[in-house]
């Protein structure tokens, strides 16, 4: 059990949260959210007992092992770095079957690590932690560089542990699959969701919801006072002067409660702009007929066509990287890559590396825009996650997936027509990776894409390859396991009546917006009447007769509004649900 009790982390530049209270006990299955930078790795360092700069007091009871998401060893080989924590007969005969089950073969035992891949590094580093026996887990990006297969047999493992844990994840269907419980780190405090994933993505959008409304509430109430204020004030009565300084002190509490809301509430979305559209291409956009490399890559051929989203699976070292590299011209091979007419491709790890490190945000993506005013450039900068202040930061003061988005933000607007990524979601947070999913989403040109996500490649991509033993095979829909499949075909399965019922409620609701979008405009009308009147009314009665009718009218146009949205909320969740 892990008990926090007052715990503040605060540096003299930023406050990361304060005074979070919580109990965490032996079986829960908890996700870490929030942005890069809001203190998720320095959280699970300080219950690690690794970072111990923090006011509050943790208590750990069990043993806690700790990953985190840079991947270092103290030792030469996987032998010798699982050896050392093997300390009984029972634990050393595990090494050896964990070792096989993740895919090491008796060869490989005694490799020096820096010889092995990120992916692999992270399978040895998982691994240990199961021979550990530990009664809690900290599990920092776990999935970073990890094929797709690997990522299934790290969900097996985690749901067969009988301890507890805590993960820093931004794979939104591993965590769908892992948590149960998911804590957010957000505006300086950590907000606890008691719920799966899916629940806990809706709540968050309903706390942001009514935070709109609420900042919507109070802004046209504000208003409202400070137009009694000035009626009050030029009747200039006594009694209507003493109104005012009333009305006053109930303006500036609003105004305080208004300046506060920020910091009491889960950070509200900003608008954002388009993404600039490419040049045509061909109907043909790349052939690759027979290619082959150093027996990594046996005669391998597809064609890409115009706007097509490709997806390439495959396991850890089965050559996915090379052949991106081979298509971008990178590496030697054998066999023929050809371009159509008008293509300009982009292969994004290139131009990560040209970010220069001593520019802003906003720096880089003038370069690309030097006509647009400053708005606009800090609108599209938020497109991408860089929301106010941030697009001051440094590119030295990035995370690598921070860099990876704004690379790609930047790259967008020179307008190519085929874009080539290499597992772009490594070291993003939750954020990012849907800005980067709504961004490809969007992206009207061609996309070769690698990547272990496999709700982001589900959601952009109309093709999937898979790589395996040399060999390019297609398929229309991404790698799906055993269990996988049976939950398709169940999902598939839904009885007749039910669709039948449910596409009546869709034409039930599409004629309740129908009539509350004529009440509102009734109701509209009958405010902007009101208001009218109450300009020319002197009598006071009259006129707090017809302030009195307006208020009603308000709050029930708050309601009509109210009820237009949920329905239109369900009838997206319903139309998401067909497609």
Known sequence: ??????????????????????????????????????????????????????????????????????????????????????????????????????????????????????????????????VEDPDFLLLDEP????????????????RSFRGGYIIIS????????????????????????DMDFDSYHLERQRIIETQRRQLANIQREIERLRAIIDRYKKWGREKFTRQAKSKEKMLEKMLEELESMPNLYLEEEQKSIDIPEPDNTGYVVLEVKNVSWDGLLRNVSFTV???????????NGSGKTTLLK??????????????????????????????????TVFDELFEEMPDKPDYVIRAYAG????????????????????????????????????????????HMDLETVEALESALKEYKGAV??????????????????????????????????????????????????????????????????????????EITYMISDLESRMHKEQDYVKLMELMGEKEKLEEELLRVMETFEEIERKIKEFENIED
Request: hydrophobic share 35%; proline share 2%.
């Open 383 to 426: 497109r991408f996650g860089f929301r106010g202040e941030d697009v001051f930061k440094t590119i030295a003061d990035l995370s690598g997936g921070e860099r990876q988005i704004l690379a790609l933000a930047k790259v967008l607007l020179r307008r190519p027509n085929v874009l080539i990524l290499d597992e772009p979601t490594n």
């Open 170 to 193: 931004h794979d939104r269907d591993f965590l769908r699959n892992t948590c149960e419980k998911f804590w957010e780190i957000n505006n300086e405090r950590i907000w606890v969701f």
């Open 448 to 521: 070769l894409l690698v990547s272990h996500d496999l709700e982001l490649i589900r959601n952009v991509c109309n093709r999937f390859f898979t790589i395996k033993n040399g060999e390019l095979l297609e398929s229309n829909e991404p790698i799906l396991f055993s269990k996988e499949k049976k939950k398709v075909e169940k999902e598939k399965n839904v009885d007749f009546e039910e669709k039948k019922r449910l596409r009546n409620q869709l034409k039930s609701w599409k004629k309740q917006l129908e009539e509350l979008k004529e009440r509102e405009n």
């Open 1 to 130: 059990m892990i008990t926090i009790k007052n715990l503040t982390i605060a540096f003299p530049e930023k406050t990361l949260f304060s005074n979070f209270n919580a109990t965490v006990l032996t079986r829960d299955r908890i996700g870490l959210m929030g942005k890069n930078g809001s203190g998720k790795s320095t959280l699970l360092k300080a219950i690690a007992g690794i970072f111990k700069d923090y006011q509050g007091e943790i208590t750990v009871q069990g043993k806690v092992s700790y990953m985190d998401q840079y991947r270092t060893f103290e030792a030469r080989t996987p032998y010798e770095y699982y050896m050392k924590v093997a300390d009984t007969p029972e634990k050393q005969k595990q090494v050896r079957s964990i070792l096989k089950g993740l895919g090491f073969p008796e060869e490989d035992w005694e490799r020096d690590i820096s010889t092995f891949s990120g992916g692999e590094r992270t399978k040895l580093q998982l691994g240990r932690l199961f």
């Open 143 to 158: 999935t970073n560089f990890l094929d797709i297969e690997s990522i299934e047999f790290l969900k097996e493992l985690l």
């Open 305 to 315: 066509y115009q706007g097509d989203k490709i997806a390439i699976v495959g396991p």
């Open 326 to 359: 081979i298509i971008n011209g990178l590496t030697k091979y054998a066999g023929q890559v050809t371009f159509g007419y008008n293509v300009k491709a982009v292969y994004l790890e290139q131009f990560v590396d040209q970010l220069d490190l001593e520019n």
